[in-house]
């Protein structure tokens, strides 16, 4: 079965850091890009970016770019998002997902993360 | 501010046949394919539509889409209670702001 196991839910204060982790399983993790998206509490998908396992490419979206980076280890088919520096408004769901083309479908999900950032 | 839009909110009762239509303001969108995802209450969003039209195997026929220019719809027929969920269109924008995936501002699905 085809599938991506997110990391769990976060609590973090303004100004910490924080890498969240999506793990593949039932493919060949390395040739499908990873695109993550986030959803704020009550709102709709908002697409962040997406990160290429094979080469580690990426591409932002400019409203993350500078805030987020991407990362992964194909060797143990996870992908990461890191934020250096949270901010109460990163307080939202951020899920996972495979797409086979950077600018294609995303076919399967993760469960996503809860991350809430709160003093 | 989402560059495909969609009404807020649909509803029908079991059995009827409800249509959510998502409109592009940019050009560029309407000359690559569009995406519809399915997010039930609580849950992540799966693939529901994708190519415009293409169903994933597993999703069941009652739901089908179109696109005609820079719009589309997803309809569903013969509604059950389970389809109460919220839809988000969705379309790759490679406008030089920042190329990217768009996303409408999802449609709360109501079934009554």
Not at chain 1, 77 to 99: G, P
């Amino acid at each position: 079965e085809v599938q991506l196991v997110q990391s769990g839910a976060e609590v973090k204060k303004p100004g910490e850091s924080l890498k969240i982790s999506c793990e593949g399983s039932g493919y060949s993790f390395a040739f499908y890009w990873i695109g993550w998206v986030r959803q704020m509490p009550g709102k709709g998908l908002e697409w962040m970016g997406i990160f290429y396992p094979g080469d580690s490419g990426t591409r932002y979206s400019p409203a993350f770019q500078g805030h987020v980076t991407f990362s992964g280890d194909k060797s143990i088919s996870t992908a990461y998002l890191h934020w250096s520096s949270l901010k109460a408004s990163d307080t939202a769901i951020y899920y996972c997902a495979r797409s086979y083309t950077p600018n294609g479908h995303m076919d399967v999900w993760g469960q996503g993360t809860t991350v809430t950032v709160s003093s | 501010q989402s560059v495909l839009t969609q009404p807020p909110s649909a509803s029908g009762t079991p059995g009827q046949r409800v249509t959510i239509s998502c409109s592009a303001t940019n050009s560029n969108i309407g000359t690559n394919p569009v995406t519809w995802y399915q997010q039930l209450p609580g849950t992540a969003p799966t693939l529901l539509i994708y190519s415009n039209n293409q169903r994933p195997s597993g999703v069941p026929d009652r739901f089908s889409a179109s696109k005609s220019g820079t719009s589309a719809s997803l309809a569903i027929s013969g509604l059950h209670s389970e389809d109460e969920a919220d839809y988000y269109c969705a379309a790759w924008d490679d406008s030089l702001n920042g190329p990217g995936v768009v996303f409408g501002g999802g449609t709360k699905l109501t079934v009554l």
